[in-house]
C-alpha cells in the first residue's frame, strides 16, 4: 500500500521556519519525482516546490529564495524547509509522488501518482 506521510507543520509567527517531511513507503522512492503542493483557504491548490528523481529543482515565484525542497533517498523522504514565512503562505501543504512508467514495448507510458493527506502551516502574529 502506497503512503505519503506528512509531518512538521505547525502554527509559527511571521518572520519563522518550518521544516516539512514526508516520508514515503510502497514504492520505489528513488524512481519519482517528489513534489510539494499547498492549498489556502478559497484557493486552488498550487505547486510550491519540486524535485526530479535526478535532483533538480522548482520553486514558484513566490518562495524563490526562502524554501529549499530537498531530498533523502536512502531515507524514502523528501523536505520542505521554510523559512521567513509570511502569512500569505498559510496553507495546507500536501506531498505528492509522480512517475511514467512503461510496463511494456507497446503500450506507451503509464503515469503513477500520489498524494499525501496534507498538513496544515500557519502563520500568524
Known amino acids: 500500500q502506497v503512503q505519503l506521510a506528512e509531518s512538521g507543520g505547525g502554527l509559527v509567527r511571521p518572520g519563522g521556519s518550518l521544516r516539512l517531511s514526508c516520508a514515503a513507503s510502497g514504492i520505489r522512492f528513488s524512481r519519482y519525482d517528489m513534489g510539494w503542493y499547498r492549498q489556502a483557504p478559497g484557493k486552488q491548490r498550487e505547486l510550491v516546490a519540486d524535485i526530479t528523481s535526478g535532483g533538480l529543482t522548482n520553486y514558484v515565484d513566490a518562495v524563490k529564495g526562502r524554501f529549499a525542497i530537498s531530498r533523502d533517498n536512502s531515507m524514502n523522504t523528501v523536505f520542505l524547509q521554510m523559512n521567513s514565512l509570511k502569512p500569505e503562505d498559510t496553507a495546507v501543504y500536501y506531498c505528492?509522488?509522480?512517475?511514467?512508467?512503461?510496463?511494456?514495448?507497446?503500450?506507451?507510458?503509464?503515469?503513477?501518482?500520489?498524494w499525501g493527506q496534507g498538513t496544515q502551516v500557519t502563520v500568524s502574529s
Open positions: 505528492h509522488a509522480d512517475r511514467i512508467a512503461y510496463p511494456c514495448i507497446e503500450c506507451g507510458p503509464i503515469r503513477n501518482e500520489y
